[in-house]
């Protein structure tokens, strides 16, 4: 017989109240406006890592297109917004990812994310640490920071420059630490390796990890800075090896940005993937958008961070097998 109750606590589903309750008293103090977006989009995400539910609109024609999809984060309708000129705004609320399913994953999720006009990833950076320290200082566990470069993060764990390094250096890491086979891997799979199967899993448990300044092969929707070598205004924040949240110095070059979707789809149409509608609606918006930093934070991920906790499901009311 299927087991209809929930799968966290009680006093965990209070706990959690109590963090959303602490993040929306913070962003008021700072006036940070509450937003609500859509979770159905007529367009899907590029991302080749990431996959997207689909569904399909019955209705009237005037409504739009008929296939739809679940979000799977509110960032292009908040980017909408902020072209508006609605300013610094935050939004909580749940997201899609179709595949992910396991002790730290669900496909349906909570996330938090929040846009900072004028400010630039380093500074976003700064005020999402003084939130997480507040949450963890409230839960009595308090965290040591470690701030660093992705380069000099590579380069003290491994001994490698990630920015510089060769191809046959890569591989030869990887080969030597883990045991997996290259075959069809490309050079950001291998430091994605390197990171998640040698690196992260050395982070101390109570110790707070901001890592900035990526590849400029890894930047997604981040602005590129010409260094000795350009590298991708973004930054991760880790509370001991677990991965809570991805930021950027946002992008707002429509042309560029149409570029990195059209090279997206490239990718997925390569690998037999489904290849989603492009978000017209924000590249039209992207020239109107404020030189801005944002930030996309795993809440449930938080909570298993804050109890303690190993398994997803004990942080959210039903996981996706009781769904």
Known sequence: MADWRASASHEHLRQRAAVYRYIREFFHARGVLEVETP??????????????????????????????????????????????????CYEIGRVFRDGEFGRRHNPEFSMLEWYRVGWNHIRLAEEAVTLLLGLFVESGKPLQIRNTTYRELFKDAIGIDPLLAGDAALNDAVASRINISQNGLARDDLLDLLLTHVIEPTFPERQMTVIHDFPATQCALAKLRQDDVPVAERFEIYVGSSELANGYHELNDPVEQRQRFET?????????????????????????LPDCAGIAMGLDRLMLCLLGKTEISEVIAFDFSRA
């Open 264 to 288: 997206d789809l490239l990718r997925r149409g390569v690998s037999g993937d489904e290849v989603p509608r492009v978000d017209d609606y924000l590249l039209q918006s992207l020239a109107c």
């Open 39 to 88: 979770v159905l989009s007529q367009a899907g995400n590029t991302d080749p890592n990431i996959q997207s539910f689909q569904l399909k609109y019955s209705g009237p024609a005037a409504g739009g297109h008929k296939r739809r999809w679940l979000r799977t984060s509110p960032e292009f309708p908040m980017k909408r917004l902020l072209a508006g000129g609605i300013g610094d």
